[in-house]
């Protein structure tokens, strides 16, 4: 199977975490924005059934999967190929959620993944530049076990006093974006934004190799995190019923392995005032 990526752009990716593909989706993109705005209306216009208020952060789970044109972004052979590149030709989806930010996003990682190896494609769909909340990375950060990554991993959720500088001011590479342009990055990456305003329109899709059978368990526990979301399993119904013989091979894992997220969905219901935002 030919391969999407060069092997310079895996070197890179392997080393510095992350990649940018500049009007990688400018076909698409007029649809895109479309269908978004088409599910968080279907939704409420924000978060949890209420309008978005450019307060707080809005946050949709489930979001590419609620929409035809946007649960089809997995199949896109742009995307499917540098998944593919990335983490396997059997890799598994892991998820989207749709955001109207607001305001700043501190440093943090999207999770501490010792061994499978996670993604995430982010989809800005407003032009955001390092003033105006495009997503800030530290290059590296992602790679466990290595002395500067647990360093910064350390120290950086109190840069304030270990370093003496606001998160904005931590050296970082802002990776200023158009609508249409994609970016990837491993999710132990130490990523952030500044400066942004309440209304900034984002949605991902993660992706990850395939768990080894003795690690399943590992997966069943990823998957209680969504919980928090009040889903009753890991996909929505559209992703699913809309599925290829081809894109099922990317679902079956995790379908086989969600099974615990109603009950644990059920209790979060009863204990959380809202769903979470992020």
């Known amino acids: 199977m030919t ?7 895996l070197t890179s990716f392997n080393t510095f975490g992350f990649l940018a593909f500049p009007g990688l989706l400018n076909d698409r993109i007029d649809d895109i924005i479309a269908n978004f705005e088409k599910v968080f209306v279907s939704h409420g216009g924000g978060h949890a059934g209420l309008k978005h208020d450019g307060k707080k952060r809005s946050c949709i789970v489930q979001f590419a999967d609620l929409n035809p044109v946007l649960s089809s972004l997995i199949d896109d052979p742009r995307i499917k190929g540098i998944a593919r590149d990335l983490v396997g030709d059997d890799f598994n989806y892991m998820g989207s959620d749709g955001n109207y930010y607001a305001g700043d996003t501190s440093w943090h990682s999207d999770g501490w993944h010792p061994q499978v ?3 995430k494609f982010a989809f800005y769909l407003d032009p955001l530049t390092r ?4 997503l800030r990375v530290i290059p590296g950060t992602h790679r466990i076990g290595e002395g500067f990554s647990e360093l910064a991993n350390e120290q950086i959720y ?3 006093k270990t370093w003496g500088m606001a998160g904005r001011d931590v050296p970082a590479v802002a990776l200023e974006t158009k609508p249409g342009d994609v ?3 491993n999710h132990n990456l130490k990523h952030a934004s500044f400066g942004g305003n309440g209304w900034r329109r984002m949605f991902t899709m993660n992706c990850c190799q395939r768990y080894p059978d003795a690690q399943v368990s590992e997966l069943q526990d990823y998957l209680k995190g969504f919980s928090r979301f009040w889903v009753e399993r890991a996909y929505g119904d559209t992703m699913i019923q809309t599925a290829s013989p081809e894109r099922r091979r990317h679902l079956e894992q995790v379908m086989a392995n969600d099974g615990h997220l109603a009950e644990l969905s059920r209790k979060a219901r009863a ?8």
């Open 131 to 134: 003033d105006t909340g495009c």
């Open 158 to 160: 109190a840069c304030d």
């Open 271 to 278: 204990e959380m005032a809202e769903p979470s935002r992020g």
């Open 117 to 119: 190896k996670h993604i």
């Open 3 to 9: 391969s999407f990526l060069t092997p310079q752009q």
């Open 183 to 185: 970016l990837v990055f």
